[in-house]
C-alpha cells in the first residue's frame, strides 16, 4: 500500500527552495541517526541548482558528509567537466563546497560508452548496498513538461527494467543515449522528493496531480515503498485547484 504523497506548494520559488534545503538536511539527519549513512540520489537538470547552493551555505554543518554517500539519477553521455554534465552541476553548486569524501562520490561515467557506463552504475550500486536490494534514503528527482523523470521518458525502453539498476536509454525525442536509475530502484527508496519549480512546469503537474484523466507519464509511475514529497513554487502548482 503506498503512502499518500505530500504535496507541498510555497509561495516563491525562495521559500520552495529553502523547504528542499530542510527536507535534504532532516533526511540525511534521519539516515545517519538510524544507520549511520546516508545515502542519497542527487537530481539533475537545472532545478536543483539553487537548492543545492543553498545546502552547502545553510546546512552544510547539519550533515555528517563523511557518512553521506552521493549517486545521480541520471547523467547525459558527456565528459564530467561538460556544461550539460550532471556531475558537474553538483559538483560547482553542492560537492566541491562541503567535506564529502571523494570516494563517497558515486558518479555515472557519462564519458563512455552508455552500455558500458550503466553496467559499472548498475555494479557500483550493488557493490554499495553489498549485494542487498538498494535501498536509497534520498532520491531527488525533477520532472520535465513532458513529464519525464530522471531519463526516463515517454515510450523509452528504460521504463520497462526491471531487473537492473541502471540502464543506458535511447532517447529519441532528443536523440540521444543517457544512462538512468530505473523505476524498481527509485521505488525502493524510502523517501522520494519531485521537486519542481516554474509556470513551464504548471501544466505537466496539472496533469500528474489535478487527478485528470489522460496518458500516464513516466513521473506518474514513481511510487515509492517510503514517502513521496512533492516540493514546488506557487508557479508550478499554479494550475492546481487549492
Ligand atoms: C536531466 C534530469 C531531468 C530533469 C528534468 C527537469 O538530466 O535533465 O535529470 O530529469 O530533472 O528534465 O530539468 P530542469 O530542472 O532543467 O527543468
Known amino acids: 500500500m503506498q503512502n499518500k504523497p505530500q ?12 523547504a528542499f534545503g530542510a527536507a535534504f538536511a532532516r533526511a540525511a539527519e534521519r539516515a545517519i541517526t538510524a544507520r549511520e549513512r546516508f545515502n542519497v ?3 539533475g537538470g537545472n532545478t536543483p541548482r539553487d537548492a543545492y547552493r543553498l545546502i552547502a551555505n545553510e546546512h552544510v554543518n547539519e ?3 563523511v557518512k553521506t554517500h552521493v549517486f545521480w539519477g541520471d547523467e547525459r553521455m558527456v565528459s564530467p567537466n561538460d556544461p550539460e554534465s ?10 566541491n563546497h562541503v567535506p564529502i569524501p571523494a570516494n563517497n562520490i558515486h558518479r555515472i561515467a557519462g564519458e563512455k560508452d552508455p552500455q558500458q557506463a550503466a553496467d559499472e552504475y548498475h555494479t557500483e550500486i550493488e557493490r554499495h548496498f553489498r549485494g542487498a536490494a538498494p535501498r ?11 513529464g519525464h523523470t530522471a531519463s526516463l521518458f515517454p515510450g523509452t525502453a528504460g521504463l520497462q527494467e526491471t531487473t537492473r539498476y541502471a540502464v543506458a536509454n535511447h532517447v529519441p525525442q532528443l536523440d540521444t543515449w543517457r544512462v538512468t536509475l530505473t523505476l524498481p530502484v527509485i521505488n525502493s527508496a524510502s523517501l522520494v522528493i519531485m521537486y519542481v519549480l516554474g509556470e513551464d512546469k504548471a501544466p505537466m503537474i496539472q496533469h500528474i496531480l489535478g487527478g485528470g484523466e489522460g496518458e500516464t507519464v513516466p513521473a506518474q509511475l514513481v511510487k515509492p515503498v517510503g514517502e513521496l514529497m512533492w516540493i514546488m513554487d506557487a508557479a508550478a502548482g499554479a494550475l492546481l485547484k487549492a
Open 86 to 95: 550532471n556531475a558537474r552541476m553538483a559538483r560547482e553548486t553542492l560537492l
Open 136 to 146: 536509497f534514503d534520498l532520491v531527488i528527482l525533477g520532472i520535465g513538461a513532458d
Open 7 to 18: 504535496i507541498r506548494v510555497y509561495s516563491s520559488r525562495t521559500a520552495a527552495v529553502q
Open 41 to 43: 540520489v542527487l537530481g
Open 63 to 65: 550533515i555528517d558528509w
